[in-house]
């Protein structure tokens, strides 16, 4: 059973919960109580809950999460990786980090975009080249510049000054910028990107003080 097959199953089991817990049944009446205790007037998204609750999941939001990422190999791992940390997607960043331990391995714009400076300065010694390579439509300092990954662990955020330090050393543009879409002659810079994207005040003052151009008709 595909991802979204079986997401479509338990939504179901969801919805046929509660029908019977409207009309009275008494097993449907156990069932919620059990997860759900005494609350009232139950919406769609409580059953869900309950639904999930019975798999041993605290909450739908991580059940979904963890549906869609069956059957995930690690190459689209990593590709689902980036997109998380991009949008700050804190439950997808958490469970492919779980599921996937060599996940960034060897993934050098992976390994900046999660603060990992350990990684990011032995890369940039074994091939300084690194900092000006594409990964994907962004070069390393812009998986930097627009990973939100501070947002989920804050504990690590003056690491991505530092990572930021490491590149800029070693030869990234902070200048750089990637199209907002593919052809656009509308590029979005690291600048917005730590600013006004993943919003990082230290990163963004870091940019500022290295000369990075406000001026970019985003930031």
Not at 111 to 125: K, Q
Not at 174 to 203: K, N, R, T
Request: hydrophobic share 40%.
């Amino acid at each position: 059973m595909t991802g979204d097959i079986r997401l479509e199953s338990l939504k179901r089991e969801a919805a046929l919960l509660h029908k019977a817990h409207e009309r009275g049944d008494r097993q449907a009446m156990l069932q919620v109580k059990q997860w759900l205790g005494t609350k009232e007037s139950l919406k769609r998204a409580d059953f869900l809950h309950a639904v999930a609750r019975e798999r041993g999941i605290e909450s739908w939001p991580k059940l979904k999460v963890a549906v869609e990422a069956e059957g995930f190999d690690l190459a689209e791992a990593r590709v689902r990786l980036v997109q998380a940390l991009f949008f700050g997607q804190k439950l997808w960043v958490e469970r492919l980090l779980a599921e996937f331990p060599k996940v960034a391995e060897g993934q050098f714009h992976l390994a900046c975009a999660l603060y990992d400076i350990d990684v990011v300065r032995s890369g940039l010694s074994e091939d300084p080249g690194l900092a000006g390579r594409s990964f994907g439509p962004r070069r390393p300092f812009l998986h930097l510049c627009f990973s939100r990954y501070h947002q989920i662990a804050p504990n690590r955020t003056e690491d991505a000054v530092r990572v930021a330090e490491l590149l800029l050393e070693a030869g990234a543009d902070v200048d750089d910028a990637f199209p907002s879409e593919p052809g656009s002659d509308h590029a979005l810079s690291a600048l917005y990107g730590a600013s006004g994207h993943a919003c990082h005040l230290g990163l963004t003052e870091l940019l500022l003080e290295a000369g990075a151009n406000p001026n970019d008709n985003e930031s």
